[in-house]
């Protein structure tokens, strides 16, 4: 087997990417599904196209697992040649197999881009305002030991079996979870998100992902933070207004159409003030 065949491990797509010729500021992860053409296209459109914000450089890639239709690892195959921007492994793309999706990511910053100096997952049904992002980490002035997102503090299992999120005592037995973020958009500082990883393979598999990154972190003693003194990571759909939108880095729910109107907005007002609302 050659060097790189090793290397790639597993991965069935890997992005174009050399991330120690030149190292991204941030990596943004968005879990998607196959049969998510639209969404995908979407985001390389709008807050997803790589640029870079106060100098520093943001990319983003895909996540996907496999299903049983051929015709969409067609369509797939297609799209990773064409954009280059999709990792890619063969488990079976289910919602209790996300944590399996967000540990992919994290095993090929591990050994594709360790070199980042941030790492943020996210899935592609969010809004994420990267300029805000940028601007707000490069404030914090920290590039290390940084765990952040919609913090959840005192989350819990639901033991209702009519319930998505329908946790047994036998998958959990404590009453509540360990501080974490929303799976809506968190942020690692990389070597977080590398620490994470390595130790992911000791802490007991959980199906819920956000929840079993905050298994690791207690593992790790690294505690979630706020960004801000403001509320900026939303894990519920926030109300389109400009001013909002440019003082908030996630709002959730927002369809592929919004996606476009809402950027388009918010890009061509960059550099309008917003009175009294000063971050
Ligand atoms: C994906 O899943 C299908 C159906 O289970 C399987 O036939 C195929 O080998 C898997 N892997 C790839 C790369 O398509
Ligand atoms: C997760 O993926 C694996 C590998 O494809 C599969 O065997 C398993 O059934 C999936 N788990 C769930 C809960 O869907
Ligand atoms: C950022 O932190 C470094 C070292 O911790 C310090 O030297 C520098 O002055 C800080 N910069 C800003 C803008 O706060």
Redesign the pocket.
């Known amino acids: 087997m050659s060097v790189s065949k090793r290397r790639n491990g597993d991965f069935l797509k890997l992005p174009d990417t050399d991330c120690s010729r030149n190292p991204p500021y941030l990596v943004i992860l968005v879990t998607s599904q196959l049969g998510q053409i639209k969404s995908r296209s979407v985001i390389r459109e709008t807050w997803g196209k790589e640029r870079e914000v106060a100098g520093k450089r943001i990319v983003t890639y895909f996540l996907l697992g496999?299903n049983s239709r051929p015709d969409d690892q067609i369509v797939v195959s297609m799209e990773g040649l064409r954009y280059k921007d999709i990792i890619q492994k063969?488990?079976?793309d289910?919602y209790?197999?996300l944590t399996?999706k967000t540990l992919m990511g994290l095993e090929w910053i591990h050994k594709f881009c360790s070199q980042t100096k941030f790492v943020m997952k996210t899935d592609s049904d969010m809004f994420i305002n990267t300029y805000y992002l940028v601007e707000l980490l490069l404030k914090r002035n920290r590039t290390t030991r940084l765990f952040t997102g919609a913090l959840k503090m005192h989350g819990y299992p639901i033991r209702d079996p009519g319930s998505k999120w329908f946790v047994s005592k036998e998958e959990y037995p404590g009453n509540y979870y360990p501080p974490f973020c929303s799976g809506t958009g968190y942020v690692f500082s990389t070597d977080v998100a590398n620490e994470v990883y390595t130790v992911s393979k000791k802490v007991p598999f959980f199906?819920l992902e956000d929840v079993f990154i905050g298994l690791c972190l207690a593992e790790l003693k690294i505690k979630p933070e706020e960004l801000h003194s403001e509320p900026t990571f939303f894990s519920d759909w926030v109300e389109f207004s400009i001013c909002r939108y440019k003082k908030i880095i996630t709002s959730h729910y927002i369809t592929p159409k919004e996606m476009l109107i809402y950027w388009n907005i918010l890009e061509r007002s960059m550099y309008e003030e917003c009175l009294g609302q000063e971050g």
Do not use: E, R
Request: net charge neutral.
């Open positions: 496999n063969d488990f079976m289910t209790y197999n399996l199906k």
